[in-house]
């Protein structure tokens, strides 16, 4: 695992290729870690292909690719788009799309997959452009189209749920208005809330609620607009929006989430209309050039990889003077009181070990220093006599 703290290292290749490496890993977050003298850009982070703020190749020709982790990956759009107009869905590294075909080329030609697997239920799963077409059911191909019917019916008795998300978004259904006496309008097929071509509730108030097979769903916008102004956007259920914030109060509050957890490496992923920043990564409070938490009222907080963490200073400074020593998320100072009170009060820990006799720690502070010199962390040993 790469060092977070660790900067990067650019270096150019004789071909005018630029690269940033951390421990021979291509590795940057601020930033495309290969550039390409034609122009063509990669993200990488711990040596794989790697970006949820955009896509993480990005050609020269104008085509794009999405990664996370070192596989193609979007939920709220194609992974791929090339530069002659194809399109292709991928979730974890497989081709998969349930409300469409999976694979659109520039010639016309269609292809359905789910889970990596050519598969359509209520059709042919590939429409190639010559008007020919193939049946599919999890990347079993039916030739007898009787057969594949039969197939599909069985499935479908067998596995009512699994299928029930495909069949309510591809049907030609129309969901059915339930319009209420306090103005209140709901569209529903199935006794879920869904329509697909609008919102599913709208309110008296103005607001509106965009579902599909009943989850808070929209990619081409808020999946919930307020009458205030106050917008979120959801993806399959899940707060989700990777070109800025999640969610936007009326007050001026956002708030940044990436399937569900909150994140954001351009900044903090919480802003409060009242100051208070909070910055988070893969649903975690963490930073590693500045506090985590900066509370509105002066108070900060350093955090990383979800744990209070700092080894240059106090990890919690009160806006009253207090001051809280940690590391790896445990009270630690080798060199003074890890707890220091606004109104002078000490406190001694070692690895979150509390030491009430102040002998006893310089002893065992002094014996650390000497056994484990690597292991402080290198923090510069001072004269605790001094405190």
Not at 42 to 60: L, M, N, Q, T
Not at 247 to 272: C, S
Not at 291 to 302: D, N, Q
Not at 367 to 376: D, N, V, Y
Request: some cysteine; proline content about 4%; aromatic content about 10%.
């Amino acid at each position: 695992m790469i060092n977070k703290e660790e900067k990067p290292k650019m270096g150019t290749l004789s071909n005018g290729t630029k690269q940033w490496l951390v421990d021979n890993k291509l590795h940057r977050t601020g930033g495309p870690a290969l550039e390409y003298s034609d122009g063509s850009k990669s993200w990488f982070v711990d040596g794989k292909r790697h970006r949820i703020d955009g896509p993480a190749i990005e050609w020269a020709d104008g085509s794009k690719s999405w990664f996370v982790d070192g596989k193609l990956h979007r939920i709220d759009g194609p992974a791929f788009i090339g530069s002659n107009g194809s399109k292709e869905w991928w979730v974890d590294g497989e081709l998969h799309r349930i409300d469409g075909p999976a694979m659109e080329h520039a010639n016309g030609s269609k292809e359905w997959c789910v889970d990596g697997k050519l598969h359509r239920i209520d059709g042919p799963a590939v429409e190639w452009s010559d008007g020919s077409k193939e049946y599919w059911l999890f990347d079993e191909r039916y030739v007898d189209i009787e057969v594949f019917r039969v197939a599909s019916d069985m499935l479908t008795k067998l596995f009512p749920e699994m299928i029930e998300r495909e069949e309510m978004i591809n049907r030609e259904e129309k969901p059915k208005m339930v319009e209420h006496p306090d103005g209140l309008k709901q569209w529903w097929l199935n006794g879920k809330c869904h329509r697909i071509d609008g919102p599913a509730i709208e309110h008296a108030d103005g607001s509106k609620e965009w579902y599909v097979v009943g989850k808070r769903h929209r990619i081409d916008g808020p999946a919930y607009e307020g009458f205030d102004g106050s917008k979120e956007w959801y993806v399959d259920g899940n707060h989700h929006r990777i070109d800025g914030p999640a969610i936007e109060r009326a007050n001026g509050t956002k708030q940044w989430f990436v399937d569900d957890e909150r994140h954001r490496t351009d900044g903090p992923a919480i802003e409060d209309s009242d100051g208070h920043k909070e910055w988070f990564v893969d649903g975690k409070l963490h930073r590693t050039d500045g506090p985590a938490i900066e509370w509105s009222g002066g108070s900060k907080e350093w955090w990383v990889d979800g744990k209070l963490h700092r080894i240059d200073g106090p990890a919690v400074v009160g806006s009253n003077g207090s001051k809280e020593w940690y590391i790896d998320g445990k009270h630690h100072r080798i060199d003074g009181p890890a707890v220091e009170g606004a109104n002078g009060s000490k406190e001694y820990y070692l690895f979150g070990e509390k030491y009430e006799d102040i002998e006893v720690f310089r002893v065992a502070s002094d014996m650390l220093t000497k056994l484990f010199p690597e292991m402080i962390f290198g923090i510069t040993k001072k004269t605790i006599h001094e405190s």
